[in-house]
């Protein structure tokens, strides 16, 4: 059961990454006043993982080789730069990996400030729920590899908390997660953005909560990306993937995240055929495929 999750969890963020970032950087023209001749010619947006995917494979592989180690992991992120492994890298990440690569610690790479509060540490975090042992510190460190700030660690331990509490099967899609992670979190803007979140009538949907931010700023996107997760059940995720990508944002990590979570929830057989079908056509499918297999087999 665990294993199916886990492949669920990691193969639901790969789609929700892989089509959000194939629309996230198109120009929306209006040409609702333009005529073609012969009718326009739509072009088929392509999927394509980022490093959403990318650094979540990387933790995986950092944390099958041994016990978390930070420096396992700043060392795998490192190693897969290096390999040119890396799409769309985020500018905290981007300038940890080049502190590492510059003989700087660990402890020191990661950017800290106001301007570390991206969702870098949220969107990889999600293969540590399924290791029994992990602790709070080590999202904290797994986090401040990139990112040294308190929001940051917040949002990374939501989406800990949002996979643990399916695991643990304390939430089952049917009663309220944002209760149950709201309470386990540190004093921070994440926490805020969740109870206003929470404070939302019943029938809310995720374009009315888009419209308190969706970007890249981690206070916007895990709370967003937490809540659309909860209408899983309801959409399903395909529809709820949509939903989340027609708000536009930061499509590839708000997607991701929530098809993270709505994949262990649902588990393999609540994706539907069309998207993984979708998925094994890009040229990173055996090894997305590769890496959940060999760290299903350290998982407990």
């Known amino acids: 059961m665990i294993n199916d999750t886990f492949e669920a969890c990691i193969l639901g963020g790969a789609i929700g990454d892989a089509w959000g970032s194939s629309v996230e950087n198109q120009v929306v023209v209006n040409d609702t006043k333009t005529y073609y001749l012969g009718g326009k010619v739509l072009t088929p947006a392509t999927w394509f993982i980022t490093d959403d995917t990318q650094l979540t494979l990387a ?9 978390f180690n ?14 040119k492994k890396i799409t769309g890298i985020g500018t905290s990440t981007l300038k ?26 949220a969107m990889r975090i999600a293969p540590f729920a399924f290791y029994s042992g992990t602790t709070r510190e080590n999202i904290l460190d797994a986090c401040r590899i990139t990112h040294r700030n308190d929001d940051a660690y917040v949002g990374a331990l939501a989406v800990y908390l949002s996979i643990k509490a399916i695991i643990n099967r304390d939430w089952d899609g ?12 540190p004093d921070t803007n994440v926490k805020d953005r969740m109870i206003e979140i929470n404070n939302y009538p019943k029938n809310t949907t995720i374009s009315d909560i888009a419209k308190l931010g969706n970007n890249g700023y981690v206070v916007n996107s895990v709370p967003f990306a937490i809540f659309s997760a909860t209408k899983i059940l309801e959409l399903g995720l395909t529809k709820l993937l949509r939903s989340i990508i027609d708000t536009h944002g930061d499509t590839d990590t708000n997607a991701s995240i929530a098809g993270q979570i709505s994949g262990a929830l649902i588990g393999m057989s609540g994706i539907p055929n069309q998207l993984v079908e979708k998925l094994k056509f890009l040229p990173d499918y055996l090894w997305i495929k590769s890496t959940i297999d060999k760290a299903n087999t350290s998982i407990h």
């Open 59 to 67: 933790t995986c592989e950092a944390l099958t080789e041994a016990d």
């Open 70 to 83: 930070p420096e396992i992991l700043a060392k795998k992120f490192l190693e897969y730069y290096k390999q």
């Open 96 to 121: 940890a990996i080049l502190d590492l690569k510059a003989g700087i610690h660990w402890t020191l790479a990661g950017r800290q400030g106001a301007y570390a509060a991206g969702n870098g540490a």
């Open 174 to 185: 049917r009663t309220n997660l944002l209760d149950l992670i709201i309470p386990e979190l």
